[in-house]
Nanobody, 125 residues
Framework: QVQLVESGGGSVQAGGSLRLSCAAS????????MGWFRQAPGKEREGVAA???????SYANSVKGRFTISKDNAKKTLYLQMNSLKPEDTAMYYC???????????????????WGQGTQVTVSS
């Protein structure tokens, strides 16, 4: 079992930056795949970035070069550094986890079974 709590959301202007955090509980945290997902009003939830226990990462094309996913196993915390934010990045952002092993870093919402409550990110033009 993994419990996840997101923080760090807020309102910024286009071009600004935010860093999201996701605090996790559970003894096997380091073995899980961890991901960030987002859902805008009226749209389906989509994968943003994910990271494996060995540090391998996967990113959505729309955020490559702007967002960076990382984690601190000692603190059991997942991060998402978001730079050069755009209005289209506005959404509720969720942290998620799923156990391994897999031969790839999953980035589809239906591949994850533990979810946080979300944190809102709003980017104004």
């Amino acid at each position: 079992q993994v419990q996840l709590v997101e923080s760090g959301g807020g309102s910024v202007q286009a071009g600004g930056s935010l860093r999201l955090s996701c605090a996790a509980s559970g003894n096997t945290y380091s073995r899980y795949y961890m991901g960030w997902f987002r859902q805008a009003p009226g749209k389906e939830r989509e994968g943003v970035a994910a990271i494996a226990s060995d540090g391998s990462t996967s990113y959505a094309n729309s955020v490559k070069g702007r967002f960076t996913i990382s984690k601190d196993n000692a603190k059991k915390t997942l991060y998402l550094q978001m730079n050069s934010l755009k209005p289209e990045d506005t959404a509720m952002y969720y942290c998620a986890a799923v156990s391994g092993p897999r031969w790839y870093v999953p980035l589809l919402p239906n591949e994850y079974n533990y979810w946080g409550q979300g944190t809102q990110v709003t980017v104004s033009s």
